[in-house]
């Protein structure tokens, strides 16, 4: 019995180590037990689901939403992507992004976004979180921890009905989806700066990030409830770190208004926009 569990622990721990990974863009070094390929194949899997129990809108707005999407989509840096934006007909005040490019935004959210630069400051802090993996990274964890070794190894295979569930939660994707799993602060962190540096390369002001989260920081003082909030909490501090990068996401907003004004051939990213490079900056900004 004794050598039994000290064979399970022995494989708790190789499982362990199999899982960790660096986290794209930042280098963070990550616990993830799914790989890429499995991840991008559950997206596409939760977003059908979606689509096919949610329904949808088709009219300016839906257009708006597809709209900035395609923006952030050609700045992301994952041409293998196969991009979707839905609008959902819902009241509730959230939005997702799933692994593979797959974006949804719940009608609930527009009046505080207001306008397409509202929008954008939206979707590019979602499209960050799944840039950098960070529902595989919470998905991970909470298997790991809580079925153990066997159960893991259940759970994780053939895209079964658990792990479907897991997915749509750990991309905040609604409660009527799956369980609403909270961002931690270092996801949080790492969004916002990477969204930051998206929604300006994309040609957005990313001023209008810190007027969103104000707004949001505005509601939650009054004691309103809001979907959002729960899954991503405004405070001060998330603020105040967004203005300290707001000189560095400036450099990318103008770099994009200029490259406007190019032909269309003669664009191109500055060799300085890896995003590599970006979060060295970010880091070194600190």
């Given at each position: 019995m004794t050598r039994s569990l000290g064979s399970v622990w022995w494989i708790l721990f190789a499982g362990f180590i199999a899982a960790c990974a660096a986290a794209p863009y930042t280098q963070r070094n990550q616990l993830i037990a799914i790989g890429e390929a499995e991840e991008l194949r559950l997206g596409e899997e939760a977003f059908l689901e979606i689509k096919?129990?949610?329904?949808?809108?088709?009219?300016?707005?839906?257009r708006m939403i597809k709209r900035v999407?395609?923006?952030?989509?050609?700045?992301?840096?994952?041409?293998?992507?196969?991009?979707?934006f839905i609008l959902i007909d819902s009241d509730e005040a959230n939005a997702f992004a799933l692994p593979g490019g797959k974006v949804g935004f719940y009608r609930g959210i527009l009046p505080y976004c207001e306008d397409e630069a509202g929008i954008a400051a939206v979707m590019s802090h979602e499209v960050a979180h799944a840039l950098a993996r960070h529902g595989a990274e919470r998905l991970s964890q909470a298997r790991l921890f809580e079925f153990g070794g066997a159960a893991i190894s259940a759970v994780f295979s053939g895209g079964s009905p658990a792990l479907q569930k897991g997915v749509l939660g750990a991309y905040g994707t609604g409660g009527k989806l799956g369980v609403l799993l909270p961002f931690s602060r270092l996801h949080e962190s790492e969004?916002?700066?990477i969204g930051l540096i998206l929604m300006a390369k994309a040609g957005y002001d990313p001023g209008r990030a810190v007027g969103f989260w104000k707004k949001l920081l505005a509601v939650g003082r009054e004691g309103k409830t809001s979907a959002i909030l729960s899954t991503h909490p405004s405070g001060e501090e998330r603020i105040r770190r967004l203005e300290e990068l707001m000189p560095l996401a400036l450099e990318f907003y103008r770099k994009a208004a200029a490259g406007r004004q190019l032909p269309e051939d003669e664009r191109g990213n500055a060799p300085d926009a890896s995003p590599e490079d970006i979060l060295r900056r970010l880091r070194e900004s600190r």
């Open positions: 096919g129990r949610e329904p949808l809108i088709d009219d300016y707005r839906a999407g395609s923006r952030i989509a050609a700045v992301a840096g994952k041409d293998r992507y196969r991009w979707e969004a916002d700066e």
